[in-house]
């Protein structure tokens, strides 16, 4: 395997991603959270890779430690009160936890998948209505053929 083992990762994570919440789309944008319009932000979900180390080499084959992210997103429309944003960051933490278990449990085709953190929640005003967006980190650890 090449580095396709990513592209492999990260189309199986969507794939199960948009199975387990089925009521919600894909980001337009995943990597920059700002550019995505206002009207796309409601029910949203990425799926992005980060940063990998290695763990260690046979011959022919090197392990690794890669970091993915999970992000979802939705809006809320009281900016009056803390109530439905609270309401709001703990719905999308609970879905993050459910897709977290289906993925540790799938293990996308590797040889584990763990939770690591969950950030902060980020928030995104808008005239009419806002959003925020809760990104879960995530530890998949694979193996590929150096040949």
């Known amino acids: 395997m090449s580095i396709a083992v990513v592209t492999t990762i990260l189309s199986n994570a969507k794939t199960l991603i948009a199975a387990n919440l089925s009521a919600w789309s894909q980001l337009l944008y995943e990597h920059d959270l700002e550019k995505n319009p206002n009207g796309r932000k409601t029910k949203r979900f990425g799926f992005i890779a980060g940063s990998a180390t290695t763990i260690g080499s046979t011959i022919g084959s090197t392990a690794f430690n890669h970091n993915f992210q999970l992000i979802l997103m939705d809006t809320y429309m009281s900016k009056d009160s803390d109530s439905q944003i ?35 929640p980020e928030y995104f005003d808008d005239e009419s209505r806002s959003a925020v967006a809760v990104k879960f980190n995530v530890l998949v650890k694979y193996r590929y053929r150096n040949t």
């Open 86 to 120: 609270n309401t709001k960051v703990s719905a999308i933490m609970d879905y993050g936890h459910d897709v977290i278990k289906v993925l540790g449990s799938d293990r996308l085709g590797q040889l584990l998948v763990e939770p690591i953190d969950i950030e902060a």
